[in-house]
Every structure is written in structure tokens, then in C-alpha cells.
């Protein structure tokens, strides 16, 4: 079946401008997790979405961040008046039900703020 | 915080074995270890994960020491393609990524 997918695949924004960043889990997957990966770091955690839960935003660097997941399906992760540190890979990951199930990641969207 | 500790690169000869350590002092009684790659340009990859016994799959071994403090990920015939960022993660509501260990499979 059809993996994670991400959109746009790369986006290439001036500072100070808001983007969005889409992501697709996998259907049925009710878990679904964002990520931030920097050149050449290892991945920072962000926010994670579960069924109708509160959804734990506990990595958020700040509050320009913010994200939200319409239907239990499709989420989209806003950033807000971008920085030039906001420049990284962002990762969406789904597991089918708990933070301990096997998470399956979409290709990323490469973020660059010029 | 990341609460495993590993080594931030290794090198292995194609065709060897590659045993990854990780080290997980502080893990807690119900928190699994889990291991996920990540290769040049792409998502991260799960590859297995284990509470208390040895595990094994089509992928790779993981072996737990009796303590749990320590695991190490073993695969048994390294080619190139498993040249990788390899990310070990202990959790059991929670996981979060550490740095891992980039592992060079070389001819």
C-alpha cells in the first residue's frame, strides 16, 4: 500500500514568511509524528498526534510553530514568520496505534529560509 | 534528552559482521529497545526492537544485555547499501532520536 507522503518536496522561502507543510500517513495509522532534522544532526522530535487525543507538543522550539491534524488524517505542520534556523528536513512519521509501534516515514520536505 | 549513548561512527568490511553498541544505563523496567537507520536522503527506517529477550529478523539480531543497561544491533553480512545512520531508542511512551552511529560498510 501506499507509504507516508510529504508535500512540497522542497521549499525555498525568504525570512519572515509563513510556510506549510503537508503530510499523509498511512490510512488507518492512527498515530502520526512530526520531526526536524538539521544537517548532518540527528532527529528532533516535535509534535505527536494520536486518534482524538491532545496531541503532545512538548518539542516545539517556539511558539511559531504549530500543527494540526484535520479528521484524524492529514496533517499540517505552520511555521510562522520563518527564521533562517528554521532551514532543515521535516519528517512525518505514522504508526498504526502507539508511540511504540513501529513508525513509518515519509520522504521529508526540505525547508530553506533565505 | 536522548537516553542512550552511542558510539558516533564505525567502520565495517563488506561482508562482515557489524555489531553496533548502544549504551541505555538508565533504561526503566517497561522500556523497549529500538533501533531505526536512516540512509543518505531518506526517512528513517525501523529495523527491530526488544524488551528483555534476544530478538532476531530478516533485517538484524538484537542482543540485550541481562541488565538491560547495554544492546548491541548485529548485522550479520554488512553490504553497501546498509552504509547508514543507525539510531538506537529506548521508550515505552516515548521516543526520541539521539545522534546514532554512522556505520561505513566498506569493500
Known amino acids: 500500500g501506499a507509504g507516508v507522503s510529504q508535500s512540497p518536496s522542497n521549499k525555498v522561502t525568504e525570512k519572515g514568511k509563513d510556510v506549510e507543510l503537508r503530510c499523509d500517513p498511512i490510512?488507518?495509522?492512527?498515530?502520526l509524528y512530526w520531526y526536524r532534522q538539521s544537517l548532518g544532526q540527528g532527529l528532533e522530535f516535535l509534535i505527536y498526534?494520536?486518534?482524538?487525543?491532545?496531541?503532545?507538543k512538548s518539542g516545539l522550539p517556539s511558539d511559531r510553530f504549530s500543527a494540526e491534524r484535520t479528521g484524524g488524517s492529514v496533517s499540517t505542520l505552520t511555521i510562522q514568520r520563518t527564521q533562517q534556523e528554521d532551514s532543515a528536513v521535516y519528517l512525518c512519521?505514522?504508526?498504526?496505534?502507539?508511540?511504540?509501534?513501529?513508525?513509518?516515514f515519509g520522504p521529508g520536505t526540505r525547508l530553506t529560509v533565505l | 534528552d536522548a537516553k542512550t549513548t552511542q558510539p558516533p561512527s564505525m567502520d565495517c568490511a563488506e561482508g562482515r559482521a557489524a555489531n553496533l553498541p548502544c549504551n541505555h544505563s538508565?533504561?526503566?523496567?517497561?522500556?523497549?529497545v529500538y533501533w531505526y537507520r536512516q540512509i543518505h536522503s531518506q526517512g528513517p527506517q525501523y529495523i527491530i526492537h526488544?524488551?528483555?529477550n534476544n530478538e532476531t529478523n530478516e533485517m538484524a539480531s538484537l542482543i540485550i544485555t541481562e541488565d538491560r543497561k547495554s544492546s548491541t544491533l548485529i548485522l550479520p553480512h554488512a553490504t553497501l547499501r546498509d552504509t547508514a545512520v543507525y539510531y538506537c531508542?529506548?521508550?515505552?511512551?516515548?521516543?526520541?532520536f539521539g545522534a546514532g552511529t554512522r556505520l561505513t560498510v566498506k569493500p
Open positions: 512519521a505514522s504508526s498504526h496505534s502507539g508511540r511504540l509501534d513501529e513508525q513509518f
Open positions: 538508565t533504561i526503566s523496567g517497561n522500556e523497549y
Open positions: 498526534f494520536q486518534g482524538n487525543s491532545a496531541p503532545d
Open positions: 526488544g524488551l528483555k
Open positions: 531508542i529506548v521508550g515505552n511512551n516515548d521516543m526520541r
Open positions: 490510512s488507518g495509522h492512527t498515530a
